[in-house]
């Protein structure tokens, strides 16, 4: 009897392992699909993340998505956080905030920045995340800059500067 208990037991948990396994599965390919969703429009992968519950409707949960990127194209990633919609640029601050630039220059702080995504073409997106990262490079760098304007001006300078 004890023989067949334990028999019964481990046929459990062989299903248990299984069906964990097929959940995961099934998990990882809507993930997936939600990736190429994402890179094709932004916002319908987004969506359909959350409609599966695969991501959290706040702008800390996306933001950590899109921070971590794996299998994003960066420049949807930039269309996204360059979006004027309120919530949109909630996620680009929380975006923002996952960057660390204390005791960086200005130089390698934007390069850490730039690196986790491509930036838009259009010149309010680029306003809008530039203004973004002035206010967490002085908020990590205090004293740095007189103010998030001196900062913006100097980035805008540098890349209106022409190249020799």
Not at 24 to 43: E, H, L, S, T
Not at 99 to 122: C, I, K, M, Y
Request: aromatic residues 10%; proline residues 2%; charged residues 25%.
């Amino acid at each position: 009897r004890l023989k067949d208990e334990i028999a019964e037991v481990t046929s459990e948990i062989e299903n248990l392992g299984s069906t964990e396994e097929r959940k995961n599965m099934q998990r990882n390919k809507q993930v997936a699909m939600g990736r190429k969703k994402f890179n094709m429009d932004p916002k319908k992968g987004i969506q359909f993340l959350i409609e599966n519950d695969l991501l959290k409707n706040t702008s800390d949960n996306i933001a950590q998505f899109l921070y971590k990127g794996e299998g994003l194209n960066k420049t949807a990633i930039g269309d996204y956080l360059g979006e004027r919609d309120e919530f949109n640029i909630q996620v680009l601050h929380a975006f923002v905030e996952l960057h660390e630039f204390t005791d960086l220059n200005l130089v390698q702080a934007l390069r850490q920045f730039l690196w986790s995504f491509r930036l838009p073409g259009e010149a309010q997106k680029i306003d809008r995340m530039m203004e973004a990262f002035a206010q967490r490079y002085c908020q990590c760098n205090p004293g740095v800059f007189q103010s998030t304007g001196t900062l913006v001006v100097s980035y805008s300078a540098t890349i209106l500067q022409p190249s020799c």
